[in-house]
């Protein structure tokens, strides 16, 4: 599969501060591809350069197989930090970027309208975008970044402030844009959300990449360390499991779930399990983005820096 | 370039098709040209409606018969003001037809003679409207003594008296007394008065290439300051709408998604190219007030056709030097309270052609204005100054090089401010110093 997105030993500093470190990427051609960390891990940074809004101190960039520069009206980008002219027109807002993207303004002004509808928010192209409530007006913004059909997608948050009926929305249409075949990096620091619609995941911590595969292969990775219980009786005890421990916090009622011991054996406690108690159904849980996520950071930067990361995450 | 003109269109369009600019740039310097051309010759036409009615007063017997027939005379009572004027107005068949629309139709008025002891009774005939007017002209005005001739003589008129037939029946009736005391000592009134009227001055400045040119005291003063503050008004204005517009694309986090379609030169170039449009028609809706204002006036011939040329020249200059500086720092900010204290010092020293504008316009080849004329961002503005004020033509070589110098600071500025403008765009937070800006010159 070719590449759409090919970053050979990218680095980025602003003063003393490193945000982006040797970085290589591939994004092939087609894919729904997450690009997700915390709040400063460099994504915005990368994102900006695939753009050639800034460029890199070292390394090459190769967007749609040319330069980032050169691939400029070939690429949709939606930014985290939503722009508007508040005065402005909304037909007219979108029709300017279309137009600074190439796009005739004969061809964009049919668009338009096809893609107002489409976004559920027919009739409003002559209202001023201050006008519009703040939800209506990321759908326009996210509608200037497509109206030039691009062939690679960089959505910055999409979702960010947006309700679930929005969101679900403009998910349809990400959702719709990647089966008619274009590539669309997503980046995200709510990794659940990338979970569900990426199939590709590529995850930076402190401007260095650190997970980079399809969803399956990451999550193949990582030896599960949790399993799932439902048992009959609610109120049986499994504090005598050796090489496994109960997670505080997780009954939700109807199952459990137990951390298993570094070195230990999952089908072995799966027995121990079975032995002590009738269960409903077990089953050993593939990680989570966020724990396959806490779990690099604790490797790079140890249990401290993954404690301040799981503490962020919960709070997403 | 494509992209730029797009960009350059959004720009003029937002800020040239607005009501607060409409107002503000076209339709005020509109009403100042309709104001020159069409209301005031109205109003002129309107002042030389005839005074009608009767007038009493209260005068001795010659003084009555002089004024009798200086108030029925054909000749203009605003003579000695019209006088003093420069040939070059009161020459010109505008101008002149205009300035003498005073001394028409003001015949129709019956002088009646009254007695001092009906003055009560004759004031309020002149309240109930009964009367035009009444003069009352005191003997002792007459007499030799110099207390006595300084006396007042009175002009009692309703409260709805016109202001122009007041000052006509004022200054027929002082002429009036003047005459009579001249008479009275045996002299012929006209006589005198020619005799007392000052001579004209025609002041020539010779040049040294034998040339020969008259001198206005109008063209040496008002004029270059007029076509300074045109090239300020223009200039500034444009450039007060590129900051604004800069700051608020940064602010409202516009600016990426522009730059994710165009570069940052190209959004530069788009920027300044469409204020340069908004300047322009700054430059010729006030330009073309003060043009129709001259021509009101028949000034007209006080700015030559090259004058104009250099006007656009400097313009070009001042506009480019102003928009640079205005769009970097625009760039370098997030909001305008911030940008104040970068453009403070910038206005210190763009201030300086305004104040010192009595010195160069009073020594447009001295020491001062030769210096800054070569100095940017100066140049334009004291160069339009020095050229307008000028008694003598400006060396080819000091123009040649005013113009050299200029645009290749023009170059140099737009330069620095594209390499500020590509940081700056980007940057949030607080603003930068002066050090930090030329940091920005030497990494962007």
Known sequence: MTAVVEIRGVSKSFGETKAVIDLDLNIPTGSLCGFLGPNGAGKSTTIRMLMSIIHADSGSVQVLGTSALKAKDRIGYLPE???????????????????????????????????????????????????????????????????????????????????????????????????????????????????????????????????????????????????????????????????????????????????????????????????????????????????????????????????????????? | MSKTLVVAWREFRHTAMTKAFLIGAIVMPLLMMGLFIVVMPLMMEANSTPMTGTVAIIAPTDVIEEFQERIHSKENPNAELIEQLPDIVTQDPLASSMLNQGGSNTTNIVLQQADIEDLEELKNKVRDGALAALIVVPDSLLGNQTSEINDQLEVLIPSSFSPNHTDLLSLAVARSVVDVRLRRLGHDPSAMHDMVKRPRVAATRLALDGGEKADNEVARRIIPMAFMMLLWIATFTSGNYLLTTTIEEKGNKVMEVLLSAVSPLQLLGGKILGQAGVSLIMLLMYGGAAMAGLVTFALLDLVPVSHLLYLVAYFTMAYFMIASIMAAVGSAVTELRDAQSLIGPIMIILIIPLALWPVLSEHPNGIVATVSSFTPPLIPFVMILRITASTETIAAWQIIMSMVIGFAAVLGMIWGCARIFRIGVLMQGKPPSFLQLLRWIRQG
Request: hydrophobic share 40%.
């Open chain 1, 81 to 316: 930090e939503r722009g508007i002219y508040r005065k402005m027109k909304v037909g007219g807002f979108v029709e300017y970027i279309g137009k600074l993207k190439g796009v005739r303004s004969s061809i964009l002004r049919k668009r338009i309208d096809q893609w107002l509808e489409r976004v559920e928010l027919p009739g409003i192209r002559n209202r001023r975008c201050e006008e519009l409530s703040k939800g209506m007006q990321q759908k326009v913004q996210f509608l200037a970044a497509i109206i030039h059909e691009p062939e690679l997608i960089i959505l910055d948050e999409p979702f960010s402030g947006l309700d679930p009926v929005n969101a679900r929305v403009i998910g349809g249409i990400i959702d719709e844009l990647h089966q008619e075949g274009r590539t669309i990096l997503f980046s995200t620091h709510v990794l659940p959300q990338a979970e569900r619609i990426c199939d590709r995941i590529i995850m930076i911590d402190e401007g260095k990449k650190v997970l980079d595969g399809t969803m399956s292969s990451i999550q193949s990775q990582f030896d599960p360390r949790v399993i799932r219980i439902e048992p009959i009786d609610k109120n049986c005890d499994l504090s005598n499991i050796d090489g496994a421990s109960l997670i505080e916090n997780t009954n939700k009622g109807d199952h459990l779930l137990m951390r298993l011991d570094d070195q230990i054996d999952a089908t072995e406690v799966l027995r121990k399990i079975v032995q002590s108690t009738s269960v409903l159904g077990i089953e050993i849980v593939k990680p989570t983005l966020d724990e396959i996520f806490i779990e690099q950071v604790a490797r790079r930067r140890g249990t401290e820096a993954a404690d301040r990361v799981r503490e962020e995450l919960s709070h997403v």
